[in-house]
């Protein structure tokens, strides 16, 4: 089909592509990256609004895939960003993805609360992430607002 391109929202599918899959000929990337991709070549035109976004760095697109920069310069293109106490490398795991085959859902929970607890001490009036299973299990821990990195990009568009 000609496809030279594979996009995921999914920081596990980006892996498993990347690592697991020969796809000569076509470059894998997380939405974080083709997003970023898309504003830097001016195809993205969005809008530096004041919200204050918190960004919630998923295991395996941090630790697992050595993605961090794309994430952040895509939120500080629509908005401020505030960096929780933990961040990068350090950044808890959400309690989602592996976890739902090790711990109880009570466990799973309570880890979402301590994460999303974390990410609200910012002051920030949004959570982000760039992981659908991320967000899932956040949205499960807060009341407050949980968004996708293409969910505030779409919102930011001009």
Known sequence: HGITT?????????????????????????????????????RLDVVHGPTRFTYHDPCELGRGSGIYDEPRAVIEAVGELLEPAQTRENAPCCGSSVANTAISDGQQVRLAQAVAEELE??????????????KKAIGRGTRG????????VAAGLK
């Open 6 to 42: 594979l996009v995921t929202s999914c920081p596990i599918c980006l892996k498993v592509f990347r690592e697991d899959y020969e796809l000569a000929g076509i470059e894998v990337l997380h939405h974080s990256e083709y997003i970023l991709r898309l504003i830097r070549a001016g």
């Open 121 to 134: 001490a910012t002051g920030a009036e949004v959570i982000v992430t760039a992981c659908p299973l991320c």
């Open 145 to 152: 607002e949980v968004r996708d990195l293409a969910e505030i």
